[in-house]
């Protein structure tokens, strides 16, 4: 595993936080779990190409890969929106 | 005569600078527009004189070497660029130089003259130099035609900032038409790159002349055809003059000085690509003397039935386009000499007139013809100036213009073409007779009693110091014209060597 | 169209089948025999830099092209910004007609139907993420910074549609214009690091494939995106070096500049707030 | 006799087609030195096919200097052909973009 993969998911929740603090919509738990069970269906959906080795991505079954920075970009979103309070 | 450095370090600044003063002043409050602007445009006028000769390869990729497949560094080794490649010689020395000089009076006139907000207006005034600059520096097509379309997109911008709705309107028309010309040099580069499979211009020149294109001189033709397009609507050339005109004098005029800057630029720039890739194929050269003959013309007749002292130097500025394409389409020694030099001499006289235009708008902003405002009563300075323009700008001899215009007279009758040399005359009297129309109503006719407002102006000392300024580039020029003609010779020498 | 009718239209229309056979016999002319020419050795070496052949070729052999057509994208948001009115100047010392502006859209969001109403902020918030998730596998896969880009401010433009000037989506005015700054100069700063090492302007000093970069660079900035390629020959190793930066600058100014547009036609412009 | 008061009278009809409108006189000024310069300039054009043969020029020279003089005043016509209309414009450049390619293609 190279540091390739994991750096895309750092950036995207880095990146996530900051558009969520232009957030301004009271974010209910119900709309919090909403958004992070659509976003892990659709990094499946656009799941990563197999050639990039690693943990997320052709290792838990041949062929399916979790796109991971969608993911973080969600919970960036998120965490940035509860920062600003 | 260049020296053989692939990374020179002047060039990326003089792009860079640009783009991010004009980021940075685009983004700030007003208080601080004005140190950080001027200072920026400070050392770019420094960096544009101090810069020593060579080329710089973005990106830092070398050549390859076609015979042995090896990779250099070297510009003086023959070699197939991998990366976009820009040139600062002598010409580029002399035309950037010229224009931050042009930049510096523009910036410090904005934020003296105009009201608050003028962030997003300087910025534009810095990417309009930075696209004349990427222009005349640029050897690779591709690179070329993102800067015409950014240039053309700037011209649109600073057109609009002036807010009236002529200005609206002339921005709106010149920005439908960028969308043709733009495509235009699209496909004229697309077609060329097919042939050859070179965006550098260098290389695909060299590989127009190592093989014989035979009958693909076809898709050469209509490259031609195409890159024209583009060049008449970058330099105002003739169909396409109307809308150019009236950008030029829907702006203001501190800003029209860099506007014409640009495309003087743009039309040089873009005229020596087309004599070096298309030069050797019959008709090229005619159809650029007659692109240029027509706009002399037309300009000059449309010059002299406006009744705008803005309008008149408009079309004069459209007109005296067509010396520099003419001097470029003769491709000989002798015409591309006075077509660069005419290129010089003209930003020169024309920045005189249009900065005492200027000063009119801080005596109320009339340039209309249709009154009389006395203006050499209240600044004999300004009434003087713009006379001493005039002359500049009509070929007399203590000043600049003559000397382009006697050369380009000469080349013409060297080629065997008497009646440019007779049209040229033509054109330089009727620059006077349009601008003395426009002198004698606005400058030094009495004004009628009504209208006659006694209240002194005084005028900003920037403008009247970038006045005397460019009055004595002007007599120094034109009296001692070797001291631009060395920077150009060269560079003819080389053009038409290849 | 009055000019077009008559004599002048037939004669334009000979002009124009002129044209378009001269044009058309260029094209035959140059079928099947187009010059590949220097495109070969860029697909020779692209793989040295990033696994996508694109991303090497828009980012790293034409990088500082693609800073240009950045900065066209960023002066179409600020010449349309002015036509609105953000950065009209008038001289201070004589009257003018006062500047050309327009008004805001007037919004109607009262008819939304329910689906809309729910779905719709779930929906524009992923855009975002999707937006982000494109730009951080640029240089894997297709996409980058102008889609990544477009595609956020997209997410923008449906929840401004949908819920006026109650969007969930708020950018204010200082933050589009910033982050179109921060792109831009992000890009054009990002070319620093290769210029004071190697005196190349935007050299990759990350990807390093001339070896003219210092190694300790070339860790810094080239280890955070290596990647290992799993390929039939054998496994490589490579690392897109500044491209995934230079992607997300690029996408910031995408949303800079195509958000201050939509700022600017949807919400007007006044310069107070500025 | 007759004929001088007709050619003041022509003369005098020439410099009216000039004003349209409130006219005055720097504004006329301007046209009669354009319709003069215009003519002169399609006279020079004209000189100009003795590139391919004189007495082609010479014909034409002759050609056209009759017909200028007889559509004269021209310049309120190409006022109006160089306005900044923009189908005009439009107009123009394909006229003028067809005679590049046509000569360049089947002159060259």
Not at chain 2, 268 to 290: D, N, Q, S, T, Y
Not at chain 3, 29 to 54: D, F, H, M, Q
Request: aromatic share 12%.
């Amino acid at each position: 595993m190279m540091l390739g993969e994991i750096t895309p998911s750092l950036i995207a929740l880095i990146l996530g936080i900051i558009f969520g603090t232009q957030l301004d919509y009271k974010l209910t738990k119900g709309m919090i779990i909403l958004l992070i069970s659509f976003s892990i269906v659709a990094s499946l959906l656009f799941g990563v190409f197999t050639f990039t080795y690693s943990i997320y991505g052709g290792y838990i079954a041949p062929g399916i890969g979790f796109s991971m920075p969608l993911i973080t970009a969600t919970i960036g979103i998120i965490i940035g929106k509860l920062l600003k309070g | 005569m260049i020296e053989s450095i692939s990374n020179l370090w002047s060039i990326p600044l003089l792009v860079i600078i640009p783009m991010l003063t004009a980021i940075i002043v685009n983004f700030l409050y007003d208080k601080a527009i004005k140190p950080i602007a001027i200072s920026s445009a400070i050392v770019i006028l420094i960096i544009s004189i101090i810069s020593p000769y060579g080329y710089h390869w973005f990106c830092g990729h070398p050549a390859l070497n076609p015979e042995t497949l090896t990779f250099t560094f070297n510009p003086n080794i023959f070699g197939y660029k991998l990366s976009l490649e820009f040139i600062f010689g002598p010409l580029q020395h002399i035309m950037i130089f010229i224009s931050s000089l042009i930049l510096l009076f523009c910036v410090i006139l904005s934020t003296i003259g105009l009201t608050k907000h003028q962030g997003p207006y300087i910025a534009l005034l810095f990417l309009l130099f930075m696209s004349s600059a990427i222009v005349i520096m640029v050897n690779d097509l591709y690179h070329l035609w993102i800067a015409v379309e950014i240039g053309s997109l700037i011209v649109v911008g600073v057109a609009a900032a002036s807010g009236t709705s002529i200005s609206h309107k002339a921005a709106l028309k010149y920005g439908l038409f960028s969308a043709i010309s733009g495509a235009g040099l699209a496909v004229s580069l697309a077609l060329i790159l097919g042939l050859t499979g070179f965006a550098n211009i260098s290389d695909a020149i060299m590989y127009l002349k190592q093989f014989n294109i035979g009958e693909m001189s076809t898709v050469l033709y209509i490259a031609f055809g195409f890159f024209v397009l583009s060049w008449m609507y970058a330099g105002g050339l003739a169909p396409i003059h109307p809308l150019k005109s009236e950008v030029y004098g829907a702006s203001y005029p501190h800003a029209t000085t860099l506007l014409q800057a640009q495309s003087k630029l743009m039309l040089v720039a873009i005229g020596i690509i087309m004599l070096r890739l298309f030069g050797m194929l019959p008709f090229v050269k005619e159809v650029m003397i007659f692109l240029s003959v027509i706009t002399m013309m037309i300009g000059v007749i449309m010059a002299l039935i406006q009744i705008d002292f803005r309008w008149i130097i408009a079309y004069l500025i459209i007109s005296h386009s067509g010396f520099v394409t003419l001097g470029i389409g003769l491709g000989t020694y002798e015409g591309l000499i006075g077509g660069i030099f005419q290129a010089v001499n003209d930003i020169i006289y024309m920045t005189i007139l249009l900065l005492c235009c200027e000063a009119l708008f801080y005596f109320g902003g009339k340039t209309s013809t249709k009154e009389a405002y006395g203006i050499a009563k209240k600044s004999p300075f300004i009434a003087t100036a713009t006379i001493l323009g005039a002359i500049a700008a009509s070929g007399i001899p203590p000043f600049n213009g003559f000397q382009s215009e006697i050369i380009l007279i000469q080349a013409c009758l060297k080629e065997g073409f008497p009646e440019i040399a007779v049209l040229i005359l033509m054109v330089s009297v009727t620059t006077f007779i349009a601008l003395l129309r426009g002198i004698y109503r606005i400058f030094l006719k009495p004004p009628e009693l009504q209208s006659y407002d006694d209240s002194n102006v005084d005028l900003p000392k920037v403008l009247i110091i970038g006045i005397i300024i460019f009055i004595v580039l002007s007599i120094i020029i034109g009296i001692y014209p070797d001291i631009v003609l060395r920077f150009i010779i060269p560079v003819v020498k080389e053009v038409l060597s290849i | 169209m009055e000019e077009l009718k008559g004599k002048r239209g037939i004669i334009a229309l000979i002009a124009l089948i002129i044209i378009t056979i001269g044009f058309l016999s260029s094209l035959i002319k140059l079928t099947g025999r187009v010059n590949p020419g220097i495109s070969e050795v860029y697909n020779a070496l692209a793989y040295l830099v990033a696994p996508n052949n694109l991303a090497t070729w828009v980012y790293d052999w034409r990088g500082f092209d693609t800073l240009l057509e950045t900065a066209v994208i960023y002066v179409g948001g600020l010449v349309s910004a002015l036509a609105i009115g953000r950065g009209v100047v008038q001289m201070k010392k004589c009257k003018q007609e006062s500047p050309v502006t327009s008004k805001p859209l007037e919004f109607r969001t009262e008819s939304l139907t329910v689906i809309l109403k729910y779905l719709g902020i779930p929906a524009s918030i992923l855009l975002l993420s999707y937006g982000i998730m494109v730009v951080t596998g640029s240089s894997t896969s297709g996409g980058g910074g102008f889609q990544c880009g477009v595609i956020m401010t997209s997410g923008y433009l449906l929840a401004a549609i949908l819920y006026g000037k109650d969007t969930p989506i708020k950018f204010g005015k200082r933050f589009i214009i910033g982050i179109g700054a921060i792109g831009l100069g992000g890009y054009a700063l990002l070319g620093l690091p290769g210029y004071l090492v190697t005196g190349y302007w935007q050299y990759n000093i990350g990807a390093d494939v001339w070896g003219l970069a210092p190694s300790i660079l070339h860790i810094i900035f080239g280890d955070p995106f290596r990647l290992s390629l799993i390929l039939k020959e054998g496994v490589f190793y490579s690392t897109p070096g500044i491209i995934p930066l230079i992607n997300i600058a690029e996408a910031f100014n995408v949303i800079g500049a195509i958000g201050l547009i939509y700022f600017a036609f949807l919400y007007g412009w006044s310069d107070e707030g500025e | 006799m007759t004929s001088t008061e007709t050619f003041y009278e022509k003369l005098k009809k020439w410099l009216d087609s000039f004003i349209t409108g409130s006219g005055y006189t720097s504004i006329t000024t301007g046209y009669i030195t354009g319709e003069l310069q215009f003519l002169l300039f399609i006279i020079v054009l004209s000189v100009f096919f003795r590139l391919f043969s004189i007495p082609l020029a010479i014909i034409l020279l002759i050609f056209t200097t009759v017909f200028a003089l007889y559509f004269s005043p021209v310049i309120k016509d190409v006022e109006k052909e160089n306005m900044n209309d923009l189908n005009r414009v439009l107009y123009w450049m394909v006229i003028y973009f067809a005679i590049i390619i046509a000569i360049t293609l089947w002159g060259g």
